[in-house]
């Protein structure tokens, strides 16, 4: 099993950039895929990110290319999502989850979640 949580979620203005990371738990973090996803108010949770286990395969949502980056680094047990010119779409609560599966966007894959952190974009 692993153990997820967020941080680095605030109050950002728009056009601004904020970087989340995600810390786990356990000896075997290396082998797990790495998701990001967000819920806005009203909304379903929908894909943002994801990162294989070593970092080589990455993808991410058409609403964020560009503009987020995944990374991770399996020594220190975290996956972070750099976020630039944020908008106010990007409004929601990010969450990262961890999967054996291999790559995946559904998130119904995912078997460990964190508990979320809020991202909020003034305008």
């Known amino acids: 099993q692993v153990q997820l949580v967020e941080s680095g979620g605030g109050l950002v203005q728009a056009g601004g950039s904020l970087r989340l990371s995600c810390a786990a738990s356990?000896?075997?973090?290396?082998?797990?895929?790495m998701g990001w996803f967000r819920q806005a108010p009203g909304k379903e949770r929908e894909f943002v990110a994801v990162?294989?286990?070593?970092?080589?395969?990455?993808y991410y949502a058409d609403s964020v290319k560009g503009r987020f980056t995944v990374s991770r680094d399996n020594a220190k047990n975290t996956v972070n999502l750099q976020m630039n010119s944020l908008n106010v779409e990007d409004t929601a609560v990010y969450y990262c989850?961890?999967?054996?599966?291999?790559?995946?966007?559904?998130?119904?894959?995912?078997?460990?979640w964190g508990q979320g952190t809020q991202v909020t974009v003034s305008s």
């Open positions: 990162i294989g286990r070593l970092a080589f395969n990455k």
């Open positions: 356990g000896r075997t973090f290396s082998s797990y895929t």
């Open positions: 989850a961890a999967t054996t599966r291999g790559i995946y966007l559904n998130e119904s894959i995912y078997e460990y």
